[in-house]
């Protein structure tokens, strides 16, 4: 498994952290359901690229972001579809529009493809700025594995009311019936059109965040900040996001 | 709670939570560039809050600077029962400006696209 650890923080990271970043390094270099351990992290590298590209400042200044034309500084050699998809989701995910979503998947980006690449967008954002928040750097980037995509797309996805085809809560097969447990919740549901990000993702969100259960029992303090404390956090950096979820 | 901080920022003031001033102004820290001003913001937790304070506030800042953008990119809607039960705390809050905005911006791609 890849080596992921928080051993020069000044900080003291909780092991259940360390051991969802360890397994969320393990996840993204090996292959996905649609891409490979190489893309994947490239994936990652280009998530990080973007954070200094300057098209992508620009984006961030302008009064819409889809009046920006100049190409975006690439820092890996995935297809430029990819490169625009990852920095505008790096760069302005509140002001994303379902026809940006269109225009992408017509650039040649299947579904599955566009949310695999979501997730490792998500994934090595939450990480990253985990590092950054404690004072560390980012953690170096782990190895791609071998092997090749399974190809897996539940037969129980399809489009609902989101952009992204996902499963409804209540139609899930018995390929997914571990996730679907607990009230419903559309993000949970935001990556199911490849499972395997979803449970991914989620299992670093119950390291950082809290998991299901907990996010509903208030009868107790599961982290060294309340129930309170977590929430005005979260809207705080999702009002930033400009994010309405 | 005083729900103006949300989007308001620390220049709100008090939010009414415990610590809601510095930690505010731990989340904005976060995601801006300034590391002189993360610095101090993560100082001021750790020193009034703790270490497991700090390093928790961190995980959850984090955490939704992920997850917002699994809702963004995916188009992910607020469930209608969330939706009809937050209807004036939307308002107070003024988050409803990014949802017109997003429209705003779907109107311009249209038309632009039309001609």
Redo the contacts between chains.
């Keep these: 498994m890849p080596d992921i650890h928080y051993d020069d923080s000044q ?4 092991d259940d ?1 360390v051991a969802a970043h360890q397994r969320a390094w393990d996840r993204i270099s090996s292959a996905g359901c649609w891409l490979t351990g190489e893309e994947r992290t490239k994936v990652m590298a280009e998530t990080r690229h973007a954070r200094t590209c300057p098209t992508c400042a620009k984006v961030k200044e302008a009064l ?3 009046t920006v034309t100049d190409a975006h500084d690439a820092g890996t050699d995935l297809p430029q579809n990819w490169v625009n998809m990852i920095h505008l ?2 760069a302005d ?9 269109k225009k992408t998947l017509d650039s040649g980006i299947p579904d599955t493809h566009f ?1 695999e690449i ?2 490792i ?10 590092a ?4 560390v750097p980012v953690r170096d980037l782990p190895a791609p594995q071998t092997g090749e995509p399974s190809n897996y797309r539940p037969a129980e996805a399809r489009q609902h ?4 085809p ?1 499963i409804a809560w209540d139609e899930f097969g018995p390929n997914e019936a571990d996730y679907f447990v607990g009230p ?4 949970r ?3 199911t059109l490849v499972p395997d990000e979803a449970r991914g ?1 989620f299992d ?2 119950a ?3 809290l998991a299901g259960p907990q996010m509903r029992d208030f009868s107790r303090e599961f ?4 129930h ?3 929430e ?14 | 709670m005083d729900y103006s901080a949300i989007i308001g920022g620390a220049a709100a003031g008090d939010t009414g939570v415990e610590h809601g001033v510095i930690l505010i102004e731990l989340a904005e820290a976060i995601l801006d560039t300034d590391d002189a001003r993360l610095e101090t913001a993560r100082l001021a937790v750790a020193e009034r809050m703790g270490a497991s304070a700090l390093v928790d506030s961190v995980a959850v800042a984090a955490l939704f600077n992920g997850i917002d953008r699994i809702a963004d990119a995916t188009g992910a809607p607020l469930e209608q029962t969330k939706a009809d039960a937050t209807v004036e705390l939307r308002s107070e809050i003024g988050i409803n400006v990014f949802g017109d905005q997003k429209e705003a911006l779907e109107a311009a791609e249209g038309k632009s696209a039309a001609e």
């Design positions: 900080y003291k990271v909780r952290i819409s972001p889809f989701i790096v995910p509140g002001r994303l529009t379902h026809s940006w979503y949310v979501v997730s967008v998500a994934h090595t954002t939450a990480i990253d700025t985990f950054r928040g404690i004072g009311q989101a952009w992204a996902n419903e919740a559309n993000i549901r935001a990556l993702f670093v969100v390291a950082q965040y982290r060294a900040i309340t309170l404390q977590i005005l956090l979260a809207a705080r950096v999702s009002a930033l996001n400009q994010c309405t979820y």
